[in-house]
Nanobody, 128 residues
């Protein structure tokens, strides 16, 4: 599995950014997540997308980003997106894309440990 993020950058508060994660070696049943981390803090789950099958999919969001961020997956090509609107200075972090084989649920999606594949990260900086 190989994951490559892009789309990070610097914006002012209230602005928008769109992150992309180009994935290879995954199936259409992997749960894909976006995490972020600032120095000295633990990696935090931002959003996850799980295609459960039969045209059913689930999206999960951290409370801090609900209503502002949207996660989506395009299977052709295999890309996971994180659309970020109304950005705040506290959204500043290194953002990572990750993949796991097991299904994501409401209870477990934000735990980074089961995610076995990670991208290199893309920096998002929001200035006030």
């Amino acid at each position: 599995v190989q994951l490559v993020e892009s789309g990070g950058g610097s914006v002012q508060a209230g602005g928008s950014l769109n992150l992309s994660c180009a994935a290879s070696g995954i199936t259409n049943r992997n749960c894909m997540g976006w995490f972020r981390q600032v120095p000295g803090k633990e990696r935090e789950g931002v959003a996850a997308f799980y295609p459960a099958g039969d045209s059913t999919s689930y999206a999960f969001y951290a409370d801090s980003v609900k209503g502002r961020f949207t996660i989506a997956q395009d299977n052709a090509p295999n890309t996971v997106y994180l659309h970020m609107n109304s950005l705040k200075p506290e959204d500043t972090a290194m953002y990572y894309c990750a993949a796991r084989l097991l299904p994501c649920t409401t209870e477990n999606w934000s735990n980074p440990d089961p995610f076995r594949a990670w991208g290199q990260g893309t920096q998002v900086t929001v200035s006030s």
